[in-house]
């Protein structure tokens, strides 16, 4: 109980249900975001459809009360693809206890429904709290985040953001960047049985491959973590033909920290594709998602302190503040955008696997962590 906000399991539990029986994997949310859209219609809140480049729409509902503050509580209504191996329909889900398998249980249609009780607990109890509360159901984060875009580029502000992923020891201050690279090679077709008269496409993407995360390593940051990788490499003609590979393409998503722009990357994989003195030719291009690294370092910040004192009093002890590696919609928000943001959510597991699940006793306890958080930071 937050004041006179109290939020309870069971209902959570029923309304996840309601989101989590509605598939809603990228491009495919409206059905799913019309069932949040009524629900906040229904219960005083007044929402807008904002559709993003996907041709899917974001649910938004700004809640006024009056000169001060805006403070945004995001989260996205999309999920993955069902994996393999459910031991129940995805869509229709399994509780055992307080514990309920199914897909986006816990990534993270549970922080959607966290905060549309949070938004209706503050929309009723109006003489806690002054400024603005923005409620949004993004879609596209587990794609290209075109909804995290489209709620940006709306004209929307705020003065701070709680994203409700499911981080629930503690809470998200900072992520890295992501960066996707192609590297498409060029050599010489010949006879499969006169190698010698061409230039093997194949050969010389692998030798790049190989080598490539060990001759230009991620970037080391004192706090923020990161990581890169292969991702796949492909040659030749998918026909059977005893010819050369002529064209050959690497793919290399590699995670960027504060500091690091897209030219360092691309300038340090030209100078080792350069050192191999191969007879091929490299290209280098970015693809699709690119993200910015996001850090909002500030323990004293009144959002920051906001949320520290929730934390304490409704979980009993000061909460781990921490970057992570996990790329979210806070990537845009404050990485682009510049809007201050905490990332913290309910219990769950079994992320982009079969058997996810969510702890339904953990969403209540976000919400009071919520409400509590935004009583206290939209005092002006």
Same mark, same amino acid.
Request: proline residues 6%; glycine residues 8%; hydrophobic residues 45%.
């Given at each position: 109980?937050?004041?006179?906000?109290?939020?309870?399991?069971?209902?959570?539990?029923?309304?996840?249900?309601?989101?989590?029986?509605?598939?809603?994997?990228?491009?495919?949310?409206?059905?799913?975001?019309?069932?949040?859209?009524?629900?906040?219609?229904?219960?005083g809140m007044r929402t807008r459809?904002?559709? +993003?480049?996907?041709?899917?729409?974001?649910?938004?509902?700004?809640?006024?009360?009056?000169?001060?503050?805006?403070?945004?509580?995001? !989260?996205?209504?999309?999920?993955?693809?069902?994996? /393999?191996?459910?031991?129940?329909?995805?869509?229709?889900?399994?509780? /055992?206890?307080?514990?309920?398998?199914?897909?986006?249980?816990?990534?993270?249609?549970?922080?959607?429904?966290?905060?549309?009780?949070?938004?209706?607990?503050?929309?009723?109890?109006?003489?806690?709290?002054?400024?603005?509360?923005?409620?949004?159901?993004?879609?596209?984060?587990?794609?290209?985040?075109?909804?995290?875009?489209?709620?940006?580029?709306? !004209?929307?502000?705020?003065?701070?953001?709680?994203?409700?992923?499911?981080?629930?020891?503690?809470?998200?201050?900072?992520?890295?960047?992501?960066?996707?690279?192609?590297?498409?090679?060029?050599?010489?077709?010949?006879?499969?049985?006169?190698?010698?008269?061409?230039?093997?496409?194949?050969?010389?993407?692998?030798?790049?491959?190989?080598?490539?995360?060990?001759?230009?390593?991620?970037?080391?940051?004192?706090?923020?973590?990161?990581?890169?990788?292969?991702?796949?490499?492909?040659?030749?003609?998918?026909?059977?033909?005893?010819?050369?590979?002529?064209?050959?393409?690497?793919?290399?998503?590699?995670?960027?920290?504060?500091?690091?722009?897209?030219?360092?990357?691309?300038?340090?994989?030209?100078?080792? +594709?350069?050192?191999?003195?191969?007879?091929?030719?490299?290209?280098?291009?970015?693809?699709?998602?690119?993200?910015t690294p996001w850090s909002f370092?500030?323990?004293?910040?009144?959002?920051?302190?906001?949320?520290?004192?929730?934390?304490?009093?409704?979980?009993?002890? +000061?909460? /781990?503040?921490?970057?992570?590696?996990?790329?979210t919609d806070a990537n845009v928000?404050? !990485? /682009?955008?510049?809007?201050?943001?905490?990332?913290?959510?309910?219990?769950?597991?079994?992320?982009?696997?079969?058997?996810?699940?969510?702890?339904?006793?953990?969403?209540?306890?976000?919400?009071?962590?919520?409400?509590?958080?935004?009583?206290?930071?939209?005092? !002006?």
């Amino acid at each position: 109980m937050v004041n006179m906000m109290t939020f309870n399991k069971e209902e959570a539990f029923s309304l996840l249900k309601s989101l989590v029986a509605v598939r809603s994997y990228p491009g495919e949310e409206e059905a799913a975001q019309q069932v949040c859209a009524i629900w906040m219609n229904e219960n005083g809140m007044r929402t807008r459809l904002v559709t +993003a480049k996907n041709g899917q729409p974001n649910v938004i509902a700004e809640i006024d009360n009056g000169p001060g503050p805006a403070l945004l509580l995001n !989260g996205h209504m999309d999920t993955v693809l069902a994996a /393999e191996g459910w031991k129940c329909d995805p869509w229709q889900g399994m509780r /055992e206890g307080d514990l309920f398998y199914a897909l986006g249980a816990a990534d993270m249609k549970c922080g959607v429904v966290a905060n549309m009780l949070v938004a209706r607990e503050l929309a009723r109890n109006k003489h806690l709290w002054k400024g603005t509360l923005i409620f949004s159901s993004v879609t596209d984060e587990e794609a290209l985040s075109m909804g995290a875009h489209a709620l940006m580029d709306s !004209g929307l502000r705020a003065d701070a953001c709680i994203v409700t992923e499911p981080f629930w020891d503690g809470a998200v201050i900072g992520a890295p960047g992501k960066i996707l690279i192609q590297v498409d090679v060029t050599g010489k077709a010949a006879h499969g049985f006169l190698p010698w008269e061409g230039i093997n496409a194949g050969i010389e993407a692998a030798r790049f491959a190989a080598q490539v995360c060990s001759a230009v390593p991620e970037v080391k940051h004192p706090l923020v973590p990161s990581s890169q990788t292969l991702l796949s490499i492909h040659a030749g003609s998918p026909q059977y033909v005893i010819t050369l590979p002529e064209k050959a393409s690497v793919l290399l998503t590699r995670q960027i920290v504060p500091g690091e722009t897209r030219d360092d990357v691309l300038s340090k994989l030209r100078a080792f +594709a350069d050192s191999l003195q191969s007879p091929a030719t490299f290209e280098f291009g970015v693809r699709d998602p690119f993200y910015t690294p996001w850090s909002f370092d500030q323990p004293d910040h009144v959002f920051t302190r906001a949320f520290s004192s929730a934390y304490q009093r409704v979980r009993g002890r +000061a909460p /781990e503040i921490r970057h992570w590696v996990g790329i979210t919609d806070a990537n845009v928000i404050n !990485g /682009e955008s510049g809007i201050p943001c905490i990332v913290f959510g309910p219990r769950g597991g079994n992320f982009h696997q079969c058997q996810e699940w969510v702890d339904l006793v953990s969403i209540p306890v976000v919400c009071d962590v919520v409400a509590e958080t935004a009583t206290a930071f939209l005092q !002006g």
